[in-house]
């Protein structure tokens, strides 16, 4: 919008149907409208004014609300940090203003009822939200305000300050709250003060003696909660008091994640130079250009930051979006450079040269690169790209050169199709065996165990051979370690989902047109235990309204995609299957004789608790996101036992439960395997349905014959 990038997350609208379920559907659909209107307008103004100080602002609409934040351009100031955190609440007050002035208006439209109360809810929207966002407690924009006035104060200090003071207004907040029986609104808040009191734990030099490696997970995890300078602070102190290679490359990257995050990219590609150790530079290259909104814009940024600072590093991350741009001309320029002309740079212009046909020009930068850094397999890329332009003899003195540097590797030399020519050529068996002989003994390459070596890959510090460097913006690494970076995740299998919705979509249909059917098949404990047991399957695909079947359907698609990518389309069926079966047992086991409960709850809550078991798995790399998750889940049940709605809490902790114990048995390792791979066992998970299944029937048989409904908990 303007220009703006804006990404709308599907789970922003379980926000607008959770607040506006008491709707008639007419209602509800102006009601979604309007929350996504007055949060897009908050958001845009702090876009416009990012943007008015020279930034590249991103807007993103999520379940917990609406995010902007921007890169390029200088850092702000404390006063333009302000600014642009009074934009958001200023925008929506313009808003409500233009609300109360149409409503307020002699219009022929107020006559339509939905324009009415779209009118009044924007006006709600806009100024009921506006001032609770100036509450000063972060992560809140009058939070936001308080640190920049606090960082006036103090020099760029003021987070820590920050901090203490949104603890003590959450607090408050929380007490006055429960005062007025705003039970909600006291979990809201105390979710705010459970992330503040983290982050000021974290903001705290740690004391001397701490692990190192503990030390950088907990610098991940603050820069998860936010805490820009807990996170930088521990990667400074990392980088400044270690010494071995893998944890030093994780707090570089660390440090340039939050430097990138705090619109420093002068920052971040200094501590990029500074580290030329750490794998991190794609993943920047890759964070630098989805901040900038797209490749083109990636452009502008790096090169507006070149000519700030110029250099290898920065060299390298602009030629390769010029590269991948089709700007090789731009590129080649670029590597003829002074300031710019360093052994990466030169790699990647190089590489797009040889893939584009231009070889000639290929081997002369190559020649120039050799020069300046003289690499064995820079020599080799010049022997290949001279060999493709059919100057044999310019190729094979250059492999000549290549070999006399280090270049030993055999299986390359007989098998790379740009040395085809040069394989019949005099000369080339007597410089393959000379090659051959001068081989040293000691290490090996991990991907060729017959070629011996004197290289590492820099990342993973595991011997590799001359063919197994890659020559990346990123230094020289191994295969292994470029695909783990640039690997992109697959696209979600998401066929078993689609089917759930679909059903659930066709049954509620059903229920509009078949008068007796939620009736006929809904969970009615008296019935069930007459012998009506199908209700505890059947009243998992009913539900009441619309909005209930709308937010079901939201959060299956947002929690049951990634399980069913990960564990594969049959055991998302089964998670979800046996997790309604569970939460049904829980509820009629447990819950008031004579209520009524349907719908699809228990068994999405199944699907999150997979996600939850996977989480548990990986609690050691990333403690923030099973953190995070546990509180989304306290968050849920909070709502079910403090909310408006009538909820079955019961029908919800028996789908988690049973989901997570699926999602452990389904997610284990097969017995020898090691445990990064997650390959399912089968038989494990087999076992786990199994018994799950029969805790449910236990259940069900348990209340039927021991506690007979008439009379219980009526």
């Known amino acids: 919008m303007a220009g703006i990038p804006v990404r709308v997350d599907p789970s922003f609208f379980l926000l607008a149907l959770f607040l506006g379920f008491s709707r008639d559907p007419a209602s509800l659909v102006v009601w979604v409208v309007v929350v996504f209107v007055g949060v897009l307008g908050h958001e845009l103004g702090h876009a416009f004014v990012f943007r008015a100080f020279g930034q590249e602002p991103r807007i993103e609409l999520v379940m917990t609300g609406g995010l902007t934040w921007a890169a390029g351009g200088p850092p702000l100031s404390a006063v333009r940090q302000v600014a642009v955190s009074l934009a958001g609440p200023g925008a929506g007050f313009v ?39 100036l509450v000063p407690m972060l992560p809140l924009d009058g939070g936001r305000v308080m640190e920049g006035l606090l960082d006036m104060v103090t020099g760029g200090r003021g987070e820590r300050p920050a901090l203490m003071a949104s603890v003590a207004v959450g607090v408050a907040g929380i007490i006055a709250a429960l005062f007025f029986g705003l039970v909600l609104m006291a979990i809201i808040v105390g979710v705010f003060v459970f992330s503040n009191v983290r982050a000021l734990g974290r903001s705290r030099p740690p004391p001397s003696g701490r692990d190192y490696q503990s030390w950088l ?83 502008a940024l790096l090169a507006s930051a070149h000519r700030r600072r110029p250099g290898d590093a920065a060299g390298a991350f602009l030629a390769a979006a010029l590269v991948e741009s089709g700007r090789l001309d731009e590129a080649v320029e670029l590597a003829g450079e002074p300031e710019a002309a360093g052994p990466n740079t030169r790699a990647v212009v190089g590489a797009g040269l040889f893939q584009s046909g231009r070889l000639r020009e290929a081997a002369r930068l190559g020649e120039v690169s050799f020069d300046h ?62 090659m051959g002989s001068d081989r040293g003994g000691g290490a090996v390459c991990y991907r060729h165990p017959d070629v011996a070596v004197k290289l590492a890959c820099p990342r993973c510090r595991r011997p590799i051979c001359e063919r ?47 008068a007796d059917l939620t009736s006929r098949y809904v969970l009615f404990r008296p019935l069930v235990a007459a012998g009506q047991w199908y209700r505890l399957v059947t009243s998992t695909l009913l539900h009441a309204n619309l909005v209930h079947l709308l937010f079901n359907s939201l959060a299956l698609w947002w929690y049951a995609r990634p399980v069913e990518q990960r564990l594969g389309t049959l055991r998302v069926l089964v998670i979800y299957a046996l997790a309604g079966a569970a939460g049904s047992a829980a509820s009629y086991a447990f819950g008031d004789c004579l209520s009524v409960s349907l719908g699809a709850s228990g068994a999405v809550l199944g699907t999150l608790g997979a996600v939850l078991a996977d989480s548990l798995r990986r ?66 998970g087999l076992l786990a349905g199994a018994g799950v299944a029969a805790a449910a029937a236990g259940l069900v048989i348990w209340r039927t014959t021991s506690f007979p409904c008439t009379g219980f908990g009526g």
């Open 217 to 299: 997970a907990e610098g991940y995890q603050a820069l998860g909660q936010g805490a820009r300078l807990a996170a930088s602070n521990r990667a400074r102190e990392i980088l400044a008091g270690s010494s071995d290679p893998s944890l030093r490359s994780g707090a570089a990257t660390l440090l340039m994640w939050s430097q990138l995050l705090e619109d420093d990219l002068d920052g971040a590609l200094d501590t990029l130079a500074a580290n030329p150790a750490g794998a991190a530079r794609p993943l920047l290259s890759e964070a630098v250009e989805r901040a900038a909104g797209g490749r083109e814009q990636a452009v």
């Open 95 to 133: 808003l409500g203003a233009l609300a109360y002035a149409g409503y307020r208006s002699d219009s022929p439209l107020l006559d339509h009822r939905l324009v009415g109360v779209g009118l009044r809810d924007l006006l709600f929207v806009s100024i009921v939200w506006g001032v609770f966002n």
């Open 468 to 514: 197994c460097t890659v020559a990346t913006s990123a230094g020289w690494l191994c295969p292994g370690c470029l695909d783990e970076i640039n690997r992109t995740p697959t696209q979600p299998r998401s066929a078993g989902v689609i089917a759930l919705l679909a059903l659930n979509g066709a049954v509620f249909l059903a229920q509009q047109v078949v």
């Open 619 to 684: 609690r050691a790399e990333e403690p923030a996101v099973l953190r995070q998750l546990l509180i989304a889940i306290g968050a849920i049940l909070a709502i079910g036992l403090f909310g408006p709605m009538r909820i079955d809490n019961l029908a919800h902790i028996g789908g988690l439960v049973a989901g997570t114990v699926l999602g452990l048995a389904f997610g284990a390792p097969v017995s020898g395997e090691p445990a990064v791979s997650r390959k399912p066992s089968a038989v494990v």
């Open 373 to 434: 850094d003289p690499h064995p397999l820079t020599a080799y890329n010049v022997a290949c790209a001279w060999a493709r332009a059919g100057e044999s003899g310019r190729a094979l003195g250059w492999l000549e050169r290549a070999a006399g540097a280090g270049f030993h590797d055999l299986a390359a030399v007989d098998s790379d199709p740009a040395l085809a020519a040069l394989r019949d050529e005099p000369g080339f068996d007597e410089l393959r065996r000379r």
